[in-house]
């Protein structure tokens, strides 16, 4: 199947309000473009420096995404374009990314990364560093930063209930930011909850963005 026909396939099983971001990391220029044609806009990396490659060859009116772990000394590398940095984790990448938006002549939107998983591995705040983070952004008066919603990743597993269990509990940090801080802020809407594997239950209990790669561009070989 194409990557045309498998995007069109992902979207037939998403509901309207749900927003899909191509998870495109590893696949060259012309995979990005197939799915560019078919109408697809949001896509996501997650290595600055491939970002900002494909971002200087690839069509501007894309909405970028990066959805990785971003270092503070590279912010300035994708500041001038990116749309969404999905994985705010500290005051101080937030505050960076404030500096160099503030360089750039934007507001930069950004959504708070939460660890929801039952891994090591993963990056992200708890509920009560998330509030933390956010009064001190308010103290700081971060003005370029624009807070935009809330991401997490779930655990890797076959276990349903403990993947809806840990969506779940992302909506519901969600619900707590909206009312304690941002109940009167149209931009804190955007719950980003969703892969391949498990995106069915991500908007089941309430996502409203998913990040889809491997079911539209098939399997990532990595080089490295
Ligand atoms: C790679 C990645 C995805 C997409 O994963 P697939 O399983 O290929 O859909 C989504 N979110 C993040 C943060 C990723 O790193």
Redesign the pocket.
């Known amino acids: 199947m194409s990557i045309k026909d498998r995007l069109l396939q992902v979207q037939q099983t998403i509901p309207k309000q749900v927003t899909l ?1 191509a ?1 495109s ?1 590893t696949m060259p220029n012309s995979a990005i473009l197939e799915a560019y044609e078919a109408g697809q806009r949001h896509f ?1 990396e ?1 290595k600055v420096q491939e970002l900002t490659e494909k971002q200087a060859a690839l069509p501007n009116d894309i909405k970028w995404h990066f ?2 772990h971003l270092q503070s000394n590279k912010v300035k590398f994708i500041a001038p374009f990116v749309d969404l940095i ?2 705010v984790d500290s005051l101080k990448l937030l505050k960076e990314i404030n500096k160099q938006a503030l360089k750039n002549n934007r507001i930069q939107r950004c959504l708070l990364q939460f660890f929801i998983a039952d891994e090591e591995t993963k990056f992200g705040l708890n509920r009560e560093e998330a509030a933390e983070l956010i009064q001190a952004a308010k103290n700081e008066s971060l003005k370029a930063v624009e807070f935009c919603g809330v ?1 997490g ?1 779930a655990t890797y597993t076959d276990n349903e209930d403990q993947i809806k269990s840990e969506f779940r509990q992302l909506k519901s940090i969600f619900d707590e930011l909206k009312t304690d801080f941002f109940s009167d802020n149209a931009a804190f809407q955007i719950i980003s909850m969703g ?3 498990d ?1 069915s239950l991500a908007i089941a209990e309430g996502s409203n963005q998913v ?7 098939g399997v ?1 070989v990595y080089n490295t």
């Open positions: 971001v998870v990391k996501g997650n959805i990785g999905e994985g991401m990743m892969m391949s594997g995106y990040r889809i790669g491997s079911t539209i561009f990532r």
